[in-house]
């Protein structure tokens, strides 16, 4: 009889495995409208890269997080419905995400100012046959990033941006980054999860398709929304199933006009694509 109900447990729970992964938390710089804007960025290696680090794990995973800190100072990273964790200069901590995580979690520096300039990311768990894709949107001022990496304090209070970008990139490059860029064929699941890193809300619109919210970790009263458009506040992850009814290229972008452009120029800023196949 035990051996009975081990052999109809287990492959109902699945077996999960155990997954390390690294990231440094470095400081560089992007350049947008040939102006430069110094950020801090999590990214896979101890050089400075301008791709962002996006973890994916399946679902059945238990993830092992080394975070380790380039800079200078220390961050208190938060991660959403876990814990917090502080890494000194020059030293790493360790989070252990457990298997079976049926929601992808956000994680950023508690310092707004410190969200602000890049410290931001998620972690994107993944379910068999469904195609998983991460849009990090952020919004700049290129002065104000260069006040908060020189030190000094800042008012957010007339914060006015001059740079928007999805996963730390403008329009013409998200054609081609993976993350972004959504492919897929009429008919499939396809996840994409949006996390607002910046400090404005973003209304998203999507084109030729409505998409399902499956969750969000700041606005219950969406999930199950059957919608073309909705917002995301500063902080906010969302994730939404698209299933697409027909093939076609179609955008995705900010409402806010300002969004996207770029130095005040269109087009440019949050705009993605969707690229569905027949």
């Known amino acids: 009889m035990k051996w009975f109900l081990a052999f109809f447990i287990f492959p109902l729970l699945g077996f999960s495995t155990q997954v390390s992964q690294t990231i440094y938390l470095n400081q560089g710089t992007l350049v947008f409208d040939n102006q430069p ?17 996006i973890i994916k794990i399946n679902t059945r995973d238990t993830l092992n997080l080394i975070v380790k800190n380039n800079l200078a100072e220390a961050h208190t990273i938060a991660f959403e419905n876990y814990r917090e964790i502080t890494i000194a200069p020059s030293s790493e901590e360790i989070i252990t995400l457990f298997a ?96 607002n890193s910046g400090l404005m809300i973003h209304a998203m619109h999507f084109h030729g398709y409505h998409v399902i919210i499956e969750s969000s970790n700041k606005q219950n009263e969406m999930i199950g929304w059957d919608k073309d458009s909705f917002p995301v506040d500063p902080k906010e992850l969302v994730t939404v199933v698209l299933i697409p009814h027909q093939p076609g290229m179609y955008p995705v972008h900010d409402h806010n006009l300002k969004a996207v452009t770029i130095g005040g120029n269109y087009p440019g800023g949050m705009i993605a694509m969707l690229k569905i196949a027949p």
Request: proline fraction near 3%; charge should be negative; aromatic fraction near 14%.
């Open 37 to 53: 804007c110094p950020v801090y960025q999590f990214n896979f290696s101890t050089t400075f890269d301008t791709a962002e680090a």
């Open 100 to 195: 079976n995580q049926k929601k992808s979690i956000a994680f950023y520096d508690i310092e707004k100012k410190f969200r602000y300039v890049g410290i931001s990311s998620a972690i994107i768990f993944e379910t068999p046959n469904c195609a998983a894709f991460l849009w990090s949107l952020r919004e700049f001022d290129n002065l104000l990033n260069q006040e908060v990496l020189k030190g000094n304090n800042v008012d957010f209070s007339n914060y006015i941006p001059n740079v928007f970008t999805i996963n730390s990139i403008t329009h013409e490059a998200l054609m081609s980054n993976s993350m972004a860029e959504v492919k897929g064929q009429v008919g499939d699941s396809i996840r994409i999860h949006i996390l």
